[in-house]
């Protein structure tokens, strides 16, 4: 056999070794986002938090397929996308149940690219798996936020296949086409994907081995960044009211102290531990792994976003930063084990200590968030929750509620007056006069002369006067009290 036919053969062979064991040797990482996604799925279908941002993202979304605009229609303090991605996938299957599957499964499984992105950097597949794992057990990014719809958790998303596709798909000609959807999307998702990308982006190109591919990389992202900002700007002037709401109404929310800030997450008793290695282990990594270092420093500038870009400030804001505590992980998993190596042992013994060690880094972020997230998956089944929405299907429309999402799990239009209800709680001071900061007893009278039905919940028993509460209960029928709230069907003409 000629040498060089031999040469190809032998190089064919060991390709193909190599992508088969490549498949192989995700299937441990595949497993681990299986059973995190089964944690959460399998009592998913009697999962109630009608307390989080989910109902108005959903509000929105439906009301987006109407044909309303955001911002001009109604107020909508953030970008478009989740909404859209709700209001579609509702609008498809006639039930939050999938829209809530489907986000749970993007979640649990972008810790795949994740993985071969990090193993793509090192091959240092434990390091990689011990990143994955401390991220699926992040208390404030995994608690709620991974099943009912967050926007943080879909950004985070969006960042990990623009890196995977950056550092692992370098040839695909492809690439450059969904990197700039990614990048155009994620725009229109949340604002400081802006600046996350653009750093993820510099340390892709700054990480490149040659000066002229530095400089292909840089060209190439300068544009998908312009691209970017030209979405923005497009959306922003022909979107009424879209900047004075998603920018100007941010800015001028009532600001968090920025030493105040650090002080909240250092009584985070949940996730102190990862905080702290993550950041730990971003600057150790930007500091001793010269291959890694402008990752770390992009993922360094993604904590500083997470938590003093924004006005205000609230500890699920964290969630934003998971990539980057994870990488966090993975650069100090990967100095741990060069550690072991420098040791005067055998390989195998570098190995197995740096393993061990491993172990107990995981073992007290494990014994310290998942007993907290496992009891939350498990016992959150509510029977009730459902039975209230049955019942509200069987009300006539609309609806007045000030948690929009039973109006979404009953399929019931709500009551549009004023429609900054649903997108806003009363009581926040915004100077934008587009945005009511209190309620009159004649916006509260409008209200329940348009509805046909009147949810009194946990929520709408804080907001609504209690004198107007007691009028209501006495002039309108009664028609079930829940666990969830009273619900109330009124006499008004038009009404069946």
């Given at each position: ?122 091959d240092n597949s434990s390091a990689a798996i011990l990143a994955i794992l401390f991220y ?234 998942f007993p907290s997230l496992y009891e939350q998956w498990t016992n959150n089944r509510n ?114």
């Amino acid at each position: 056999m000629p040498q060089n036919l031999r040469f190809r053969r032998n190089k064919e062979d060991l390709r193909d070794r190599s992508s088969s064991y490549g498949w192989y040797h995700i299937l441990p990482v595949i497993c681990i986002a299986s059973f995190f996604f089964y944690l959460q799925a399998r009592y998913l279908h009697l999962a109630a938090f009608p307390f989080t941002d989910e109902g108005v993202y959903a509000e929105a979304g439906r009301l987006m397929l109407e044909g309303l605009a955001p911002h001009k229609d109604f107020p909508l303090w953030h970008l478009p996308l989740l909404p859209l991605y709700s209001g579609i996938v509702l609008k498809l299957t006639g039930n939050m149940y999938w829209v809530r599957l489907l986000f749970l499964a993007l979640n649990c499984f972008a810790v795949v690219p994740f993985y071969l992105t990090c193993k793509k950097l090192r091959d240092n597949s434990s390091a990689a798996i011990l990143a994955i794992l401390f991220y699926l057990t992040f208390h404030e990014l995994m608690f709620q936020d991974f099943r009912f719809l967050a926007i943080r958790q879909m950004a985070n998303n969006f960042l990990i296949v623009f890196f995977y596709l950056g550092v692992c798909q370098k040839q695909w000609k492809w690439k450059p086409i969904v990197q700039a959807l990614l990048f155009g999307f994620s725009v229109l998702l949340f604002l400081p994907n802006l600046l996350n990308f653009s750093f993820l982006a510099l340390a892709m190109s700054y990480s490149e081995e040659s000066r002229v591919q530095r400089s292909r990389e840089l060209k190439k992202y300068f544009l998908l960044g312009v691209l970017a900002i030209f979405i923005l700007f497009i959306y922003f002037v022909f979107v009424p009211r879209s900047l004075d709401q998603i920018v100007f109404g941010q800015i001028n929310r009532e600001a968090t102290g920025r030493f105040e800030r650090l002080f909240v997450l250092l009584q985070a008793k949940k996730d102190i531990y990862l905080y702290l290695l993550g950041c730990g282990g971003l600057i150790y990594t930007a500091i001793w792994q010269r291959k890694l270092r402008f990752y770390a420093l992009a993922f360094l500038g993604l904590v500083v976003t997470s938590t003093f870009l924004s006005s205000n400030f609230f500890p699920h804001y964290m969630s934003g930063a998971a990539p980057a505590f994870a990488f966090g992980i993975f650069g100090l998993g990967i100095g741990i084990y060069q550690f072991c190596q420098r040791l005067p042992l055998s390989a195998i013994a570098a190995n197995f200590i740096s393993l061990i060690i491993y172990i107990l880094l995981f073992s007290y972020q494990f014994s310290n968030t998942f007993p907290s997230l496992y009891e939350q998956w498990t016992n959150n089944r509510n029977p009730s929750y459902y039975q209230t929405v049955v019942a509200l299907t069987k009300t006539p429309e609309p609806l007045l509620t000030m948690e929009p999402i039973f109006a979404v799990e009953a399929g019931k239009k709500l009551v549009r007056t004023p429609i900054e209800i649903y997108f806003r709680a009363p009581g926040i001071d915004f100077p934008n006069p587009d945005v009511a900061n209190k309620f009159s007893q004649q916006d509260f009278q409008a209200m329940a002369t348009e509805a046909c039905t009147i949810f009194l919940e946990g929520k709408g028993e804080q907001v609504f006067p209690i004198e107007l509460q007691k009028r209501w209960r006495a002039e309108f029928q009664t028609f079930q009290k829940t666990r969830w709230g009273t619900i109330l069907v009124t006499n008004n003409f038009g009404c069946h």
